[in-house]
């Protein structure tokens, strides 16, 4: 069993700043893909970013360039997005997911790539 729980979420004022972690616990045995995706209400699931198991490739939504960095701690087993300058249209439930296989590139972001998945936390952006 793998187990992830999101955390860091909450209110923010536009061009606020809301740094997201994730840990794993369980299965840490094994190394992980990871990847962040979003929900807003109404709309789809989008993806935000992904990181490959080593740290050595990660990937971007164009919403999310130049704006959020995604990184990990290995021995915490957490990840954490920093986004920065958040904008009212980033509001969303953030959820962060787990894959055993080795993701680089744009497969760090395909959710279909991913077995386990938080439960995910609030992200509101509002004045």
């Known amino acids: 069993q793998v187990h992830l729980v999101e955390s860091g979420g909450g209110l923010v004022q536009p061009g606020g700043s809301l740094n997201l972690s994730c840990v794993v616990s369980?299965?840490?045995?094994?190394?992980?893909?990871m990847g962040w995706f979003r929900q807003a209400p109404g709309k789809e699931r989008e993806s935000v970013a992904g990181?490959?198991?080593?740290?050595?490739?990660?990937d971007y939504s164009d919403s999310a360039k130049g704006r959020f960095t995604m990184s990990r701690h290995s021995a915490k087993n957490t990840v954490y997005l920093q986004m920065n300058s958040l904008k009212p249209e980033d509001a969303a439930t953030y959820y962060c997911?787990?894959?055993?296989?080795?993701?680089?590139?744009?497969?760090?972001?395909?959710?279909?790539?991913?077995?386990?998945w938080g439960q995910g936390t609030q992200v509101t952006v509002s004045s």
């Open positions: 997911a787990a894959s055993p296989q080795f993701l680089s590139g744009s497969l760090l972001r395909l959710p279909g790539k991913f077995d386990y």
């Open positions: 369980g299965r840490t045995d094994i190394n992980y893909a």
């Open positions: 990181i490959s198991w080593s740290g050595s490739y990660t």
